[in-house]
C-alpha cells in the first residue's frame, strides 16, 4: 500500500474517533500537484473540530508523519491541514456546504473510506 493511502486511511480512522460526520476521500493525485488525496470531514461545533484535528496529528505524529502546515486556529470553522501527500480538511456544516469541495474537485475519484 503508498504511503499516502495509508495516511489517508489513518487520518479517517482518526475522524471517525471523534465522531466526524459524512468522512469523504477523493483521490486528486493524476489532476493535482497539490496532494495524492484530500480527506474531508464535518464537526458539529469549534471543539469537536479541533478535538478531530489533534487526533489527525496525533495518529499521524505516531506513524512519523509530521504536518508541513495548518491553516485556521482553534476558533475556526474550517482547519486545513497538509501533509504534502494528502490534505485533510475540516470543516463545520455551514463551511462545508458553502466552499463544496466535492463540488469542485468533481474530476477526482471518490474513495470509500472502507476501502482503504
Known amino acids: 500500500m503508498d504511503i499516502s493511502r495509508e495516511m489517508a486511511k489513518i487520518a479517517c480512522h482518526a475522524l471517525n474517533d471523534k465522531k466526524a460526520e459524512e ?3 477523493i483521490d486528486i493525485s493524476e489532476i493535482s500537484p497539490l496532494a495524492d488525496y484530500f480527506v474531508i470531514a464535518t464537526g458539529a461545533n469549534t471543539n469537536q473540530i479541533q ?5 489527525v496529528e496525533e495518529e499521524l505524529g505516531k506513524q512519523g508523519h509530521t504536518v508541513k502546515q495548518i491553516e485556521g ?3 475556526s470553522s ?3 491541514m497538509d501533509y504534502r501527500d494528502i490534505i ?3 470543516f463545520s456544516k455551514e463551511d462545508r456546504l458553502f466552499y463544496d469541495l ?3 474537485w468533481t474530476d477526482g475519484k471518490k474513495v470509500q473510506v472502507d476501502e482503504l
Open 23 to 25: 468522512i469523504r476521500v
Open 51 to 55: 478535538a478531530m484535528v489533534d487526533a
Open 73 to 75: 486556529n482553534r476558533n
Open 78 to 80: 474550517w482547519i486545513l
Open 88 to 90: 485533510v480538511h475540516v
Open 102 to 104: 466535492e463540488r469542485i
